[in-house]
């Protein structure tokens, strides 16, 4: 769960459901939280930091307290435009962004890329791979094997 700048952190009771706050929560993210996605395996959260164009990367504490850890920042998206919607699947991330451009004459058009990184599952280091321009901005995304 995730406002402008935090996010908070929940655990899920196996046995009933109950959701209960994660010692620390909620974590300092970033200036203008717009999407947030797990790592397939788990062990990091990615968050997309509309303010400063940027992924911020956190560590995850999966066995024992759930607590998040800053593991580092990447680069925005390739496009220079602002990142929006967030997508994992196996050693990538997927990045949508979006482009407004206003004219006095035509009014607003939007463009859109959504770029690929590849991730290192050992740091959580993210690598640019590719970029692929989008007819319009992605608003949501979700990868499918």
Known sequence: MASDSTIAALSIDPQNGILNQVPGSPFPAGQQIAS??????????????????????????????????????????STGAAPYALATQGHFVF????????????????TGSISVYALDSNTGMLTLRASFPTPGGPETMIAVP
């Open 36 to 77: 947030f996605a797990m790592s397939s395996d788990g062990n990091y959260l990615f968050a997309l930091d509309g303010w400063n164009n940027t992924i911020r990367i956190f560590a995850t504490n999966r066995s024992t307290t759930g607590i998040l850890t800053p593991a580092s920042v990447s680069a925005g998206p």
């Open 95 to 110: 990045v949508g962004s979006s482009l407004w451009q206003f004219t006095a004459f035509s009014g607003s058009t939007v």
